[in-house]
């Protein structure tokens, strides 16, 4: 049996809200393994976590380390649209929720290149 409604579930924007949040949950799991690595540096000595500070000072890194400033203002803003759904009466359109956070997410990303550059 096919189902007619799937198309139309995936367009709309609370989809793409879920969709957005359980990536970035992902990604950001996915990191932590090596973050915890780069932290370990720090225990091996001066000189190792020195050497590692000087490679991630490249415009790669610093350009994964906005991309993770995004993914966790966006995760984190997902997880709020969440609890407002759950904790909150059923009144009002849920979209203006879905871009508020979307907005928020572009804000942390913009306000954290800015401090890059500047």
Same mark, same amino acid.
């Given at each position: ?7 139309? #579930?995936?367009?709309?924007? *609370? ?22 690595? *780069?932290?370990?540096? *720090? ?55 879905? #871009? ?10 913009? #306000?954290? *290149? ?5």
């Amino acid at each position: 049996m096919k189902r007619t409604n799937d198309y139309r #579930a995936r367009q709309h924007p *609370a989809y793409w809200a879920f969709l957005v949040h359980r990536i970035s949950g992902l990604v950001l799991a996915l990191f932590l393994p090596l973050h915890f690595w *780069a932290l370990s540096q *720090a225990i091996q000595g001066e000189a190792a976590l020195d050497g590692f500070l000087r490679f991630a000072d490249r415009p790669l890194f610093k350009f994964g380390e906005w991309g993770l400033v995004v993914l966790l203002s966006l995760h984190m803003m997902g997880g709020m649209r969440l609890l407002l759904i759950e904790f909150l009466p059923w009144t009002g359109p849920r979209k203006n929720w879905i #871009a508020g956070a979307a907005g928020f997410g572009i804000a942390a990303g913009l #306000a954290f *290149a800015l401090a890059l550059v500047g």
